[in-house]
């Protein structure tokens, strides 16, 4: 009997030139836009596979971090963006490809769980990957619940789970912080999650737990208050 090969897995997205020329130009023009102020980026470490966290105020969100941290970054992006017709699509297709986006589909399942080993296998890689545990976006300015998902790709990867703190993405305006007295987008990185306590803990429970400090920390960094409930508009 002949032995049937294994399906070769999927390579693995990464960023291309597209994605450093990208944020050679985005950082001084955010830098002249919103002079962003940056604290904790040397807690980014400078090696091996890294978990961002964040919470999700705006779409500004998904450029502001790449361009605040010190190593290229992954994001999950939309899957319809990489499923339009003629050249705009093409375009699309290749664009997100080029800065390493993995797809996403908003649903539950082998959809969801697919975006999950996608991620999970940039960080097996070494690389930086970042994902909002709410879910999407907050419209009333809380932090919501998290899902599992983030705590699920930690846990697999045992990757250093990095909180981040987003404030004034959702409201600041360009160019406001040259009017006296308007704030500034700021963008805070924790310190890595102690996760050790957790080893040999059941992985239903850990993954629990994992999600709540997770959450706790980006709510000190954020200075959020917890909503105390999953997004309303989010599906996991």
């Known amino acids: 009997m002949t032995a049937t090969a294994s399906p070769t897995p999927a390579p693995v997205p ?14 001084p023009v955010f830098w002249v836009m919103y002079r962003p102020r940056i604290v904790g980026r040397a807690n980014l470490p400078e090696h091996g596979a890294v978990l961002l966290v964040s919470n999700h105020l705006s779409s500004l969100d998904t450029l502001i971090i790449p361009t605040s941290a010190t190593r290229p970054v992954q994001f999950l992006i939309k899957a319809s963006y990489f499923a339009g017709r003629g050249m705009l699509g093409r375009f699309k297709r290749w664009f997100f490809s080029s800065i390493g986006g993995v797809p996403v589909h908003r649903a539950t399942g082998r959809d969801a769980r697919a975006a999950l080993d996608a991620g999970s296998s940039i960080l097996r890689a070494g690389s930086v990957f970042a994902v909002f545990p709410e879910g999407t976006r907050s419209r009333d300015g809380k932090l919501h619940d998290g899902h599992g998902g983030a705590a699920w790709m930690a ?67 954020s200075g959020q208050e917890r909503s105390g409930s999953v997004n309303a508009t989010s599906r996991d």
């Open 155 to 221: 846990r697999d990867t045992r990757a250093a789970v990095v909180p981040v703190g987003l404030i004034g993405t959702g409201s600041v305006k360009p160019l406001s912080h040259l009017l006296p007295g308007k704030p500034r987008v700021e963008v805070h990185f924790g310190e890595p999650l102690d996760l050790t306590d957790l080893e040999g803990i059941p992985d239903g429970r850990a993954r629990r737990e994992i999600t709540e400090r997770m959450m706790a920390a980006i709510a000190r960094l």
């Open 14 to 27: 990464r960023p291309g030139a597209v994605y450093f020329i990208g944020r050679t130009i985005l950082r």
